[in-house]
Nanobody
Framework: QVQVVESGGGLVQPGGSLRLSCAAS????????MGWYRQAPGKERDLVAS???????KYADSVKGRFTISRDSAKNTVYLQMNSLKPEDTAVYYC????????????????WGQGTQVTVSS
């Protein structure tokens, strides 16, 4: 069994900061990419940032220069530091991890967290 759990969402004023965390746990053989998507009401789920194992990070144009993704591979954890937040950043943020489970290490599956709400409002 594998779980992906996010934390760190909340309400923040415009210009403020939040840090999201996401930890993968369970019977894991290895993890490839980890990252974050977000979904605002009435909109599709879009990529915010991703970080592969030993590769180049990727950001949505709308968050470049404001958000930073990082990863602690020893803890199977990915972080999203969000600065200079804007009302348009309001959304449910979902973490994902591309995992090879211990019971099927030849196959890679995308596991998703339950989502954490980020609201940017004065």
């Amino acid at each position: 069994q594998v779980q992906v759990v996010e934390s760190g969402g909340g309400l923040v004023q415009p210009g403020g900061s939040l840090r999201l965390s996401c930890a993968a746990s369970g019977s894991i053989a290895s993890i490839n990419a980890m990252g974050w998507y977000r979904q605002a009401p009435g909109k599709e789920r879009d990529l915010v940032a991703s970080i592969p194992t030993g590769g180049t990070t990727k950001y949505a144009d709308s968050v470049k220069g404001r958000f930073t993704i990082s990863r602690d591979s020893a803890k199977n954890t990915v972080y999203l530091q969000m600065n200079s937040l804007k009302p348009e950043d309001t959304a449910v943020y979902y973490c994902y991890a591309d995992i090879r489970p211990a019971w099927a290490p030849r196959y890679e599956y995308s596991y998703w967290g339950q989502g954490t709400q980020v609201t940017v409002s004065s």
